[in-house]
T-cell receptor, first 114, second 111 residues
Framework: EPEVTQTPSHQVTQMGQEVILRCVPISNHLYFYWYRQILGQKVEFLVSFYNNEISEKSEIFDDQFSVERPDGSNFTLKIRSTKLEDSAMYFC???WGTGGHEQYFGPGTRLTVT | GEDVEQSLFLSVREGDSSVINCTYT??????LYWYKQEPGAGLQLLTY?????DMKQDQRLTVLLNKKDKHLSLRIADTQTGDSAIYFC???????????FGQGTELSVKP
């Protein structure tokens, strides 16, 4: 069964460093999402992406964040200068198209900023 | 703004039924979902219900939706120890397709 994959599973970085979190959505899916879950808190929407551009972003998704689909398979989330409060589990999700609604999630990347 | 609320913990005995409840605020939600998260794992889509339905049954899972009260529930029949996990309720916002999640209910199944 096709699935969303994410790498790395755990990333430790120092405050102020740049990180790139990678996702490979399900191959025929067209809409992509990033969410994050700070320990003990709700899963929060960050950004949605379709047709090589951002469709919607939340207040959390400020200038420190960017997303990219550099090739036909990867979908990345970059945090330019990490802060302690960026420590969270980051989930990627995808939907196949406008007629679909079921978001399939990857296993997540745990980001720890020290 | 949109908000989804769940109780944090539920403990049941193996073989009993579990009922996990959720309330939401956005009356324009089109779909409502239940996701399961096992320790160290991602979010697994369990089931969903379209907003014009009252009930959906899928094997041991029954979803009930009360649109008037904006209340959603997930009933797991014959709960097993393997059902121990965190269960998230989520609604699909009318615009844009993003999901709004509750804080998750931790289900503990005792043998």
């Amino acid at each position: 069964e096709p699935e969303v994959t994410q790498t790395p599973s755990h990333q430790v970085t120092q405050m102020g460093q740049e990180v790139i979190l990678r996702c490979v959505p399900i191959s025929n899916h067209l809409y992509f999402y990033w969410y994050r879950q700070i320990l003990g808190q709700k899963v929060e929407f960050l950004v949605s992406f379709y047709n090589n551009e951002i469709s919607e972003k939340s207040e959390i998704f400020d200038d420190q964040f960017s997303v990219e689909r550099p090739d036909g398979s990867n979908f990345t989330l970059k945090i330019r200068s990490t802060k302690l409060e960026d420590s969270a589990m980051y989930f990627c999700a995808s939907i196949w198209g406008t007629g679909g609604h079921e978001q399939y999630f990857g296993p997540g990347t745990r980001l720890t900023v020290t | 703004g949109e908000d989804v609320e769940q109780s944090l913990f539920l403990s049941v005995r193996e073989g009993d039924s579990s009922v996990i409840n959720c309330t939401y605020t956005d009356s324009s939600s089109t779909y409502l979902y239940w996701y399961k998260q096992e320790p160290g794992a991602g979010l697994q889509l369990l089931t969903y219900i379209f907003s014009n339905m009252d009930m959906k049954q899928d094997q041991r899972l029954t979803v009930l939706l009360n649109k008037k009260d904006k209340h959603l529930s997930l009933r797991i029949a014959d709960t097993q120890t393997g059902d121990s996990a965190i269960y998230f309720c989520a609604e699909k916002a009318d615009q844009g397709g993003k999901l709004i999640f509750g804080q998750g209910t931790e289900l503990s199944v005792k043998p």
